[in-house]
């Protein structure tokens, strides 16, 4: 007997993987073989190690591709590290760590940890966003869209804190406080870098209709791009030769426009409002605004605060003068950053109107009633004929909207238009770990870009990380540079990139990561791209996603590849979920420091189980390298893929890695043992366990195609099961050399180790990683095949359920009856007349035609009563008399030896029991004594 240990099997494989350079792969440019890209997203090196995240997300991965690899494909399959961010910089403020020593550590434990899974990466590939070779590209691709227009530098808000004299991100910010000093953090104009995403706006919308994603996915995208049709309206600011021009979808509505609401960081305002009676009011209202979440503004449910400015604009059709308010809910980076007001029309304006005594208009009279505002207690917001619109008046404001529109357009005062919600990519950073924005500012050039023979444009290493300001700042040797258009003294930018650049064009670079002259080949990467396969968290549907996508066309638009669509296919995992200590009454879970109590310290409350995400805050992860330990990465494999399908949240359990480990270790021995019982002859039972083992090679084929690995897993062990009934009740030893091959291949994807391990033991050549998937035989997967391999089942069933039932243990003797001749003949007509119609009564007569089914009328109503209640309970397909009974004399020995008793077979009408009258075509009666 082989020995289990499968810490030593994983430990062997994973360096004859790697010695052999098995999963570095080549461009086959002749296509002789058919390609396949599979990815998971990059991860960031945090230094904390994997996490069952990451566990679940690269098993899911690796299935996945060990499959396509043995089907043929010349499979791409890299890895590499978003190893710019945020936490090395904090790292660096506050351990007086070294970021790149930092995060190159961080790296090497994770490769490692990554290793143990026995991930299948091509290694030879990897890439990492803080290797100059690598961000010397960013600054490349900011280069070409800075000569293209698509980079511009433009104000705009940012979170600021004052003590710490640095920009924070959103995720920095909490309830208004910076997460490091807890001071309160204000919103300051800065002067930042942006890629004109919005430029591509359409075709990203056009383009989420060619791939293969969840529609939740292309929803949330489409959202974030928001489309809209309608018009541009000018309205001209009293006492000023300029106009604020505001996006309508609403031009019917222009007449009932009663007053506008800017931004109160919108930078008109604070000029208007400068040495005006308006000056303190409106600071003390802007800094109140400024401390809310900017998104959280926009809520339909925020109360709507504003004040009165004392500036007017004119309404471009009425030329009334409206007055102009600063209002929370709107925001500077959307749209003009104002908006029209119609009270009437919209809630939001009459919520804010009645709040400030501000005179409502209607200008839409619903077609079956008359409003008065006076009794209005909200606005109307549904179709109606217009009023109080002058020319325009008794007409459908349907149709208002183009008539209004053309009109403004003759005038001079708006035009029709499309307006996306989508903002331009603001991807400066006042921050260090990042890759620095190849700009030189020059006194007498002005802004100068990096000559392309200059980059990459490196970090410096002089740098002081006291937690105030830029980094950046404190390097004398980085900031001054010499102008490359005119020799003079020279600033460079001192901003870095958006982290997001590094990873919207990375899985471009794993095609060809030795390209010098360009970020990559066309030729390669035509023949990789695009990714077929992509994996990773719903968390990055928008921004990740969506900046991958942009990139993608940018870069095709640069002549760099051919295709649209960086990601055809997406898979977004569901998260893994833990019970966890929950109080209902205070309606919040324990943390970390409490998670042993009983009860709620708030309240007393005894706490329950509830299944909640797995957290550090919490205290509730499970760290999957222990998993490892204690009972192998083929084990922990096996349950992240058991336990729920890949798109599903996965509810973690200690029996399910119990479970798992149990299965992987029986199987083990199963596979490694040879039968003690081997015959010449076939039976029956052997051609059925190729039935299901051909059965199951389809099933789980399909299943690994459409990534429902759970499913596959299912189907596995359910003929891993049968296989060792086989096994045990003697074998014909081709058919379970067949079987145990077969069954080891189909297992691969999913255990990696322990099946390299089988095939050596068994004297199998080459590695079965290399091995070619199995094909089935569809001569066996025939409608008899099935009905025979269920009809086993069911009678097996139903002898537990009348043992189950009849409380015996011991049986004498087991009786099987078969029906009579005349059931089949009425059974097969039955089908047929099913197929034709439902109608009972039509049936019944049809059937009470033939002769030899008259006398058993009684018997037929109540069948066919049954039949007709469920229809799909009842097979489709039925053997003779004569035939089911051979099936049950052949497996009668089977059955004997399973239940230690005398079994017997006859027909109904060689049998004098009372019971013999139930059988059934298919369904036999049984009697137990």
């Not at 001209?236 to 996006?247: A, K, L, M, S």
């Not at 091959?741 to 994807?749: T, Y």
């Amino acid at each position: 007997m082989v020995s289990y240990d499968p810490q030593k099997i994983e430990k062997k494989w994973q360096q004859k993987w790697e010695a052999s350079n098995i999963f570095t792969v080549k461009e086959d440019l002749k296509k002789k073989k058919n390609k396949y890209y599979v990815l998971e997203m990059y991860p960031y090196p945090s230094g904390e190690g994997l996490h069952m995240g990451h566990l679940r997300n690269y098993s899911i991965g690796d299935v996945f591709t060990r499959f396509k690899r043995m089907c043929g494909y010349n499979i791409l399959y890299p890895m590499g590290y978003d190893s710019f961010g945020l936490p090395a910089e904090n790292a660096a403020i506050d351990q007086n760590a070294n970021p790149e020593e930092w995060t190159n550590a961080n790296m090497k434990l994770m490769k490692e940890q990554q290793k143990r899974i026995g991930l299948s990466y091509d290694w030879s590939r990897m890439i990492y966003s803080h290797d100059p070779n690598y961000y010397k590209w960013d600054q490349w691709f900011f280069l070409k869209m800075f000569d293209r227009s698509l980079a511009y530098r433009q104000e705009s808000y940012v979170n600021w804190c004052p003590s710490c004299a640095t920009v924070l991100a959103n995720e920095q910010v909490q309830s208004g406080q910076c997460w490091r000093c807890n001071s309160e953090v204000e919103q300051k104009f800065l002067t930042q870098w942006f890629l004109k995403i919005k430029d591509y706006a359409e075709e990203l919308l056009d383009g989420l209709n060619k791939v293969n994603w969840p529609e939740k996915v292309k929803i949330m995208q489409r959202n974030w791009i928001g489309r809209s049709e309608g018009s541009i309206i000018k309205f001209p600011i009293v006492g000023e030769d300029r106009t604020i021009d505001i996006f309508t979808t609403r031009a019917d509505t222009l007449f009932g426009a009663t007053f506008m609401v800017f931004a109160p960081e919108h930078p008109w305002v604070k000029t208007w409002v400068k040495s005006t009676k308006y000056e303190k009011d409106f600071e003390k209202f802007y800094d109140e605004v400024m401390r809310q979440d900017k998104f959280e503004r926009t809520d339909i449910e925020v109360i709507k605060k504003g004040m009165f400015i004392g500036k007017y604009t004119i309404n471009p059709m009425t030329k009334e003068e409206i007055p102009i308010y600063i209002g929370n809910f709107v925001i500077f980076e959307y749209g003009a950053g104002a908006v029209m007001a119609v009270p009437a029309h919209d809630q939001r304006d009459f919520e804010f109107a009645k709040e400030y005594h501000i005179p409502i208009r209607i200008v839409i009279q619903p077609f079956d009633y008359e409003l008065n505002v006076d009794k209005m207690m909200r606005s109307y917001e549904g179709d109606g004929i217009l009023v109080n619109s002058e020319e325009f008046n008794g007409i459908e404001n349907q149709t208002a909207m183009n008539a209004i529109t053309e009109k403004l357009e003759q005038i001079g005062m708006g035009f029709a238009t499309i307006n996306y919600k989508l903002r331009d990519w603001l991807i400066s950073r006042q921050r260090y770990w990042g890759c620095p924005i190849p700009i030189i500012y020059c006194d007498d050039c002005g802004i100068v870009p990096v000559p392309y023979e200059d980059l990459p444009v490196e970090l410096p290493k002089d740098v002081k990380f006291t937690g105030k300001g830029n980094p950046l700042q404190t390097s004398e040797n980085f900031i001054k540079v010499i102008c490359p258009n005119c020799g003079k003294q020279g600033m460079r930018e001192t901003d870095t990139m958006d982290t997001f650049v590094d990873s919207a064009w990375y899985f471009f670079r794993f095609m060809d990561p030795i390209s010098k002259e360009l970020p990559y080949r066309k030729d390669i990467v035509d023949y990789w791209g695009n990714v077929d396969q992509y994996i990773g968290g719903i968390e990055h549907a928008i921004m990740h996603l969506l900046y991958a996508r942009f990139f993608t066309k940018v870069a095709r638009d640069l002549g760099l590849h051919s295709f649209d669509e960086p990601f055809q296919r997406l898979l977004t995992q569901g998260m893994i979920n833990k019970a966890h200590p929950y109080c209902p009454k205070c309606n919040t879970f324990t943390m970390k420091t409490d998670v042993h109590d009983k009860k709620c310290k708030r309240c007393g409350t005894e706490y329950i189980l509830k299944s909640v995400k797995m957290s550090k805050s919490l205290g509730n992860t499970v760290d999957p390298l222990s998993i490892m330990d204690e009972y192998g990465a083929d084990a922990a494999r096996f349950f992240i893929l058991f336990g729920a399908s890949p798109e599903s949240g996965l509810e973690w359990s200690d029996e399910g890695v119990g479970f798992a480990n149990k299965f992987i270790k029986n199987t083990f021995s199963m596979l490694v043992d040879p039968p003690e019982i081997t015959r010449k002859e076939k039976t029956i039972r052997d051609t059925l366990v190729k039935y299901i083992l051909n059965k199951m090679i389809k099933l789980v084929t399909n299943n690994f195609e459409k990534i429902s690995i759970r499913d596959a897993v299912n189907n596995i062990i359910q003929f891993t099961s049968e296989f060792n009934k086989y096994k045990n009740e003697g074998v014909v030893e081709e058919i379970f050399e067949e079987c145990r091959e077969k069954l080891l291949l189909i297992l691969h994807p999913i255990i990696p180790h322990i099946t390299e391990e089988i095939w050596e033991i068994i004297d199998k050549k080459g590695f079965i990683s290399l091995a070619s998937w199995p094909s089935y035989n569809k001569e066996l997967l025939t409608l008899e095949n099935d009905f025979k391999w269920k009809l086993i089942n069911n009678i097996l069933d139903d002898i537990n359920n009348i043992k189950t039932v009849m409380r015996k243990e011991e049986l004498d003797k087991i009786s099987i009856i078969i029906a009579d001749e005349w059931k089949y003949r009425f059974y097969k007509l039955l089908l047929s007349l099913i197929n034709e119609t439902k109608n009972q009564g039509e049936i019944i007569k049809t059937l009470m035609q033939k002769d030899y089914l008259k006398p058993h009328s009684k018997f037929i109503s109540q069948i066919i009563t049954k039949v007709l209640k469920n229809v799909g309970k009842y097979p489709k397909f039925t053997l003779t008399t004569n035939e089911e009974y051979k099936f049950f004399q052949d497996i009668k020995s089977m059955i004997m030896k399973k239940y230690n008793c005398e079994v017997e077979i006859l027909i109904e009408k060689d049998s004098n029991a009372q019971k013999a009258i139930q059988s059934l075509p298919g369904k036999p009666a049984i009697i137990i004594t």
